[in-house]
């Protein structure tokens, strides 16, 4: 079988190579010329474990190809980001997918299937993409076979979950839904779900939504901690052992492109019914100013002049910055003005980033950790040799336990700053 990917990045790179990976003659579609080059030079343009010794066996294989233009293909799989647009509801921009659909639209020939990747709100497959393909002069379940199959995949383990993981298979007809299966079962070893497509688009958007909104009740735990003087993170541990609770981690807020993307397609596809997803967005985009506010009450506390930030990814050991929170946070902080800030992340490439701890975090007063990498979880005492103080403010709750600071801060803890704050204005 022939395929065709539209989109390489870090669903459509990944998928396709483990096509090509299991005989499958892939062709790889991007617009970015310089992600082709170094495709094709068996290197990715991604952070993701074992990915480009999986690139590098199916270009040796004959199997993989990139290239900027598509050509004719049995099955044709669209891979593309879908942003928020910037409107009331932050709804769900199909430029992308639409650019995907049409540009593959000359080389349709019947019996093919096109397989939408991206996320897209509820009722896209049917309402959108069915009808750009009718207008080529195709009838979908019976010349085409139109399918949605959303991915379900965690970052770093991307490889083994699109294996392994079940995978919806939302056709758009019957026949629709069994084609896909056919070429999923190729290599995915998890169940393979039969939905109809606008099923398959709402149960990913509620899946990630699910997590976003319990995020919320934990963040919203966190505030409350904060003023009635209550560990929250304490709370948490006790709640889940229950064995009917499972409150999620607090955090510095919510990013990636999923789960603080995700759930405004909902929103802006069902407004007036949506209260309780659009609260949950409230609480998590809050994030960052009340970690930025924090940040500022600690250093006038302790009267500090610098900053050093850890981490700039939204989730650990990825090098992924979409919709980051930390960026967002260290943004504040360096438009703010006020402080020296240097930041340091191992995953990330940037000229604005440090690339050596002990000079990140030379003089400085205070280490903000807003990303779970697990170098964060191994640092020791030498490392923090160069600080003027030791203060730590911990918003993954990953720092070591055992290492001997001025004083360490976390969301569970962060009450003791408002009783100093009151005992220093009396």
């Avoid at 980001?81 to 080389?107: A, E, M, Q």
């Avoid at 490439?349 to 191994?378: G, P, Q, Y």
């Avoid at 990953?398 to 408002?418: H, M, R």
Wanted: glycine letters at 6%; aromatic letters at 6%.
């Amino acid at each position: 079988m022939k395929i065709v990917t539209i989109g390489l990045g870090y669903i459509g790179l990944p998928t396709a190579i483990m096509f090509a990976n299991h005989e499958q003659d892939v062709i790889g579609v991007d617009i970015k010329e310089d992600v082709i080059e170094t495709l094709n030079k068996g290197h990715v343009h991604l952070e993701e474990p074992g990915l480009e010794a999986e690139l590098q066996k199916a270009i040796e294989a004959g199997r993989f190809k990139a290239q900027t233009q598509v050509e004719a293909a049995d099955a044709f799989i669209i891979a593309v980001p879908t942003p928020n647009k910037d409107d009331d509801y932050k709804s769900c921009d199909l430029t992308y997918v639409i650019d995907g659909v049409k540009s593959v639209l000359p080389f349709l020939e019947k019996g093919n299937t096109v397989i939408v990747e991206s996320t897209i709100a509820p009722r896209t497959t049917e309402d959108v993409v069915k009808p750009l393909i009718e207008e080529a002069g195709f009838t979908i379940g019976k010349d085409i076979f139109l399918v949605h199959c959303p991915e379900r995949v965690l970052p770093g383990k991307i490889l083994h979950e699109l294996k392994y993981n079940n995978r919806i298979i939302g056709g758009v007809t019957d026949l629709c839904t069994e084609a896909g299966k056919k070429i999923y079962s190729i290599f995915v070893e998890g169940e393979l779900i039969a939905s109809s497509a606008s099923a398959a688009e709402l149960s990913k958007l509620m899946e990630n939504t699910y997590r976003d909104v319990n995020i919320a009740l934990a963040n919203e735990l966190v505030k409350i901690g904060d003023d009635l003087n209550i560990d929250a993170l304490e709370v948490i541990e006790m709640a889940n052992k229950h064995p009917r609770v499972n409150i999620h981690s607090p955090g510095p807020g919510v990013g990636g492109h999923c789960l603080a993307v995700d759930p405004y397609f909902i929103v802006a596809s069902t407004p007036e019914t949506t209260p309780l997803i659009q609260t949950a967005r409230a609480i998590n985009t809050s994030m960052p100013d009340f970690v930025f506010d924090k940040t500022k009450e600690l250093m006038a506390h302790i009267h500090g002049k610098k900053i050093t930030v850890l981490g700039v990814t939204y989730k650990g050991n990825v090098d992924d910055i979409r919709e980051s929170p930390a960026l967002e946070i260290a943004h504040k902080l360096i438009e703010d003005g006020a402080y020296q800030i240097s930041i340091f992340d191992p995953h990330v490439d940037r000229d604005w980033i440090e690339k050596d701890f002990k000079e990140a975090t030379r003089d400085s007063d205070l280490l903000l950790v807003l990303s779970d990498h697990n170098e964060f979880k191994k640092i020791v005492e030498e490392d923090l040799s160069e600080m003027k103080q030791l203060y730590v403010f911990d918003t993954k709750n990953v720092f070591p336990s055992e290492l001997k600071l001025d004083k360490y801060t976390s969301l569970g803890n962060i009450a003791w700053l408002n009783e100093a704050q009151k005992v220093s204005s009396l």
